[in-house]
T-cell receptor, first 114, second 113 residues
Framework: GENVEQHPSTLSVQEGDSAVIKCTYS??????FPWYKQELGKGPQLIID?????GEKKDQRIAVTLNKTAKHFSLHITETQPEDSAVYFC?????????????FGAGTRLAVHP | DAEITQSPRHKITETGRQVTLACHQT?????MFWYRQDLGHGLRLIHY???????NKGEVSDGYSVSRSNTEDLPLTLESAASSQTSVYFC????????????FGPGTRLTVL
C-alpha cells in the first residue's frame, strides 16, 4: 500500500522568510496530492492540492510542486506570517475507482516567529 | 451552513469498556472517514464508508468498528477499549469525486485508563 514520508517534522522560520515542506510517496498509482493545515485544537483543513498531470500550482503565497518521476512533492510558503504557524500534512491518494481515500504524512509543525 | 460535528469532544474511559464516538455531517456527503491522530504518525485511517450500508477497513482497523445506516452519521465503536487507543479521533466527509476535499470535524480526545 501507499506510504507517505514527510520532512521536516518541525520547522522554525522568521516572519517574512520562506518555508518548504517535502513529502515522498511510494505508490506510483497515486495521482492526487492535497495539503492540509491544522491549527491548534481544530481539524485539518485543505489549503492546496495538485493532480499528477500538473507540475506546479500556486495560490497567493503558497505553492505546491510535484515530481512524479522521483515520487516527491513539496509545499512552499513565501512571505510567512505568524498566522501560518500550524501543523501541515501532505497526503497521497490512489486515483482509482472514483474514491478519495487519503494516506497522510506524519506532519510538520511550522512556527513563524515575529 | 453545512457542517460536520463530533461528540463527545473529550472522553475518559477505562480499559475494557465499549466506547462509541459520534460523527454527524450535514453536507449530504456519501464518503465518510475516521482517522486517529498520534504524535509522530500523523493521521491514520481507521475505517471509511462510501455510502449507506458500505464500510471498509483502513490502515489501523483492529479493535474498531463502524456502521452506516444513513447518509449523515458514521459512529465509531471501540469494542473493548485499550490504552493503545488513547488518541485524538477525527471524522471527515467528502463528495464522491476522487479529488474532492475532505472536510474534518473538530476531533474527539479519548483517554483510556
Amino acid at each position: 500500500g501507499e506510504n507517505v514520508e514527510q520532512h521536516p517534522s518541525t520547522l522554525s522560520v522568521q516572519e517574512g522568510d520562506s518555508a518548504v515542506i517535502k513529502c515522498t510517496y511510494s505508490d506510483s498509482a497515486s495521482n492526487y496530492f492535497p495539503w492540509y493545515k491544522q491549527e491548534l485544537g481544530k481539524g485539518p483543513q485543505l489549503i492546496i492540492d495538485i493532480r499528477s498531470n500538473v507540475g506546479e500550482k500556486k495560490d497567493q503565497r503558497i505553492a505546491v510542486t510535484l515530481n512524479k518521476t522521483a515520487k516527491h512533492f513539496s509545499l512552499h510558503i513565501t512571505e510567512t506570517q505568524p498566522e501560518d504557524s500550524a501543523v501541515y500534512f501532505c497526503a497521497a491518494s490512489p486515483f482509482s475507482g472514483g474514491y478519495n481515500k487519503l494516506i497522510f504524512g506524519a506532519g510538520t509543525r511550522l512556527a513563524v516567529h515575529p | 451552513d453545512a457542517e460536520i460535528t463530533q461528540s463527545p469532544r473529550h472522553k475518559i474511559t477505562e480499559t475494557g469498556r465499549q466506547v462509541t464516538l459520534a460523527c454527524h455531517q450535514t453536507w449530504n456527503h456519501n464518503n465518510m472517514f475516521w482517522y486517529r491522530q498520534d504524535l509522530g504518525h500523523g493521521l491514520r485511517l481507521i475505517h471509511y464508508s462510501y455510502g449507506v450500508q458500505d464500510t471498509n477497513k483502513g490502515e489501523v482497523s483492529d479493535g474498531y468498528s463502524v456502521s452506516r445506516s444513513n447518509t449523515e452519521d458514521l459512529p465509531l465503536t471501540l469494542e473493548s477499549a485499550a490504552s493503545s487507543q488513547t488518541s485524538v479521533y477525527f471524522c471527515a466527509s467528502s463528495e464522491t469525486s476522487p479529488t474532492s476535499e475532505q472536510f474534518f470535524g473538530p476531533g474527539t480526545r479519548l483517554t483510556v485508563l
